[in-house]
């Protein structure tokens, strides 16, 4: 999924070739267990919109630097 074995580890969002900088953990609290982390890779352009968008959805989010791996996303406060 995530190809740290590469050079480059690109930004998931559509269409956009530019290297992540940053790591978004997230999870659907209705089919994931706390234990469960998601992951988008974002650039520093789309980092906020990625977040956003997980936001908007009521999923709790955790952005960590992108070679930073988060052990959980805990449920909002
Ligand atoms: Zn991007």
């Not at 352009?45 to 955790?62: C, E, I, K, M």
Request: hydrophobic letters at 40%.
């Amino acid at each position: 999924m995530i190809g740290f074995g590469e050079t480059t580890v690109r930004c998931s969002a559509a269409g956009c070739t530019a290297s992540a900088e940053w790591r978004v953990n997230w999870r659907n609290p209705r089919i994931h267990t706390a234990d469960r982390v998601k992951v988008w890779l974002a650039c520093e352009g789309h980092r906020d919109q990625l977040t956003g968008y997980l936001a908007s959805r009521g999923f709790p989010v955790v952005i960590t630097p992108v070679d930073v791996v988060a052990e959980s996303v805990p449920d909002p406060a």
